[in-house]
């Protein structure tokens, strides 16, 4: 994804996505520059290649909080507006924080399953992805714009991870 790049949709969605899947373990990136008014942007992972699945780390600057959520929701809800998946992400994926027009890094670790998303520095949330182990990466804007300043993906060799001995001698019980 280039520099620069600016999304823009103000009655709707608008996404781009990377040519290949991420790696199983990757930290990404992602500067944006959000626009006045504009209700959701933010990054996806592990989509699927036209976007429709996968993870979505939105930042809500109307609601101040970022938010994961995975789409499709697929399991149906017990109550009557719960409609073909149509149930809200869960609460406890939710971070207030404040999100105003301007400049917002967010800064992403998933390895393997795990994720730890940062937003400007100061607000995290970690979660597990189960659900989808692959997929592609993207950055997205809904009812507004916003330009991206920053994508940049950088890979994890796991062959490479080796645990010193000190490491596990801090979890050997003394005598």
Excluded at 8 to 33: C, K, M, W
Excluded at 69 to 98: I, N, S, Y
Aim: aromatic share 6%; glycine share 8%.
């Amino acid at each position: 994804m280039d520099s620069g790049t600016r999304l823009v949709a103000h009655d709707g969605y608008a996404d781009i996505l990377t040519a290949v899947d991420t790696p199983v373990s990757f930290r990404l990136q992602a500067n944006f520059e959000i626009e006045e008014g504009t209700r959701e942007v933010g990054v996806l992972l592990r989509a699927s290649e036209d976007g429709d699945e996968g993870y979505a780390l939105r930042l809500e600057p109307q609601r101040s909080r970022l938010v994961l959520d995975r789409w499709p929701r697929r399991v149906a809800g017990t109550e009557q507006w719960h409609v073909a998946g149509d149930v809200p992400f869960a609460v406890e994926l939710e971070r207030p924080c404040p999100i105003g027009p301007g400049a917002h890094e967010l800064d992403i670790i998933v390895d393997r399953d795990l994720c730890v998303a940062t937003l400007d520095d100061a607000t995290v949330l970690s979660t597990r992805l189960y659900d989808r182990l692959t997929g592609r990466a993207g950055a997205f804007v809904g009812e507004g714009a916003a330009t991206i300043s920053q994508f940049t993906i950088a890979s994890r060799d796991h062959e490479k991870t080796v645990v010193s001995v000190d490491e596990n001698r801090a979890f050997t019980p003394s005598v």
